[in-house]
């Protein structure tokens, strides 16, 4: 029963000054039926049955709500928002607003182990109609805004698992490991062999293609040593241009001091059978060689 509540209804609505709050569940109860409201505490206004409203408003200075369950039944969730139209572009089962520009407009935290924190799952139209729709869509809205679209951030270490992880067809097609390597089209779970790692996941797809800006002078590529200078270009127009250019090696270079040199180190097999429709430039213990198609090999410069 009511006792020293400041409950007034007004205007087809039931309202009070005071906190409500709404535990258990025994049976359904109407509002303005027959409720069974009482006074638990000062400034507390509760039920101990379910509480059903049209509609259910507060405008407050403190906290306007809480929600707590202890409930561990599958699919009982302590907060259900269900819109049950199926038209109207902008009706929305859950619309969150924020005018603190301090702060979060929403806060998510689990200790989740086995699913995400935050799961949305999107409804697909079978026949492809649902094209233009995605399962997260991000507005950067103002003229002039600096926000960032997405942020990941560790701030307590890094993370041992993935910063980021697109899967699809069971082929990592993008992933950023928490070493900061990131694979495109790695296998699932894979843990990419350099920094950048593409897998050409088949016969008909280029690894890497890149398109020259035809009004631009920069380059397509640029390397360079763990001193900055750059080392090797490639041109905008494709052409390959190096400081100095060494072949027959994987490790260290020599080119006797020399700059814009091209170096051949000793070969170490010699070319055996003849070449076909060209010929093989090589070098055998110092000496610069040319083998041609006919077999004839001519030292072109002594050691």
């Known amino acids: 029963m009511l006792h020293d509540i400041d409950l007034v209804y007004m205007g087809g609505k039931l309202t009070t000054g005071k906190d409500i709050v709404l535990t258990g569940s025994s049976a359904t109860l109407t509002l303005g039926v027959d409720v069974n409201l009482y006074r638990s505490a000062a400034d507390i206004l509760k039920?101990?049955?379910?509480?059903?409203?049209?509609?259910?408003?507060?405008?407050?200075?403190?906290?306007?709500a809480f929600f707590k369950t202890t409930a561990t039944v599958n699919g009982t969730h302590t907060v259900t928002a269900y819109q049950a139209a199926t038209s109207g572009d902008n009706s929305v089962a859950g619309n969150f607003t924020?005018?603190?520009?301090?702060?979060s407009c929403v806060y998510v935290a689990g200790p989740n182990k086995q699913r995400a924190t935050l799961k949305?799952?999107?409804?697909?139209?079978?026949?492809?109609?649902?094209?233009?729709?995605s399962a997260i869509g991000i507005e950067l809205n103002t003229t002039g805004t600096a926000c960032q679209g997405?942020?990941?951030t560790a701030p307590d270490g890094p993370t041992t698992g993935n910063l980021l992880l697109l899967r699809n067809n069971s082929v990592d097609d993008f992933v950023v490991k928490g070493t900061g390597r990131v694979g495109i089209g790695v296998a699932q779970g894979a843990t990419p062999g350099g920094r950048v790692q593409?897998?050409?996941r088949d016969d008909s797809t280029i690894g890497l293609f890149m398109v020259a800006n035809s009004a631009s002078a920069n380059h397509l590529a640029e390397f360079r040593d763990s001193s900055n200078t750059a080392k090797l270009r490639i041109l905008?127009?494709?052409a390959p241009a190096a400081v100095n250019a060494q072949f027959?090696?994987?490790t260290a270079e020599s080119?006797?001091?020399g700059d814009g040199v091209v170096g051949i180190r000793n070969a170490t097999i010699v070319p055996t059978t003849n070449p076909i429709s060209g010929g093989v430039l090589y070098v055998e213990a110092g000496a610069l060689k040319y083998k041609g198609s006919s077999g004839t090999v001519t030292t072109l410069a002594p050691a």
Do not use: E, L
């Open 150 to 152: 997405i942020t990941v």
């Open 47 to 64: 039920t101990d049955d379910d509480f059903t409203a049209r509609s259910f408003n507060t405008n407050s200075t403190v906290r306007s």
């Open 248 to 250: 027959g090696t994987a």
């Open 255 to 257: 080119y006797g001091g």
């Open 98 to 103: 924020s005018d603190n520009v301090d702060a």
């Open 120 to 133: 949305i799952g999107h409804t697909g139209a079978a026949d492809g109609t649902d094209s233009v729709a």
């Open 236 to 238: 905008k127009t494709g």
């Open 198 to 200: 593409i897998a050409q």
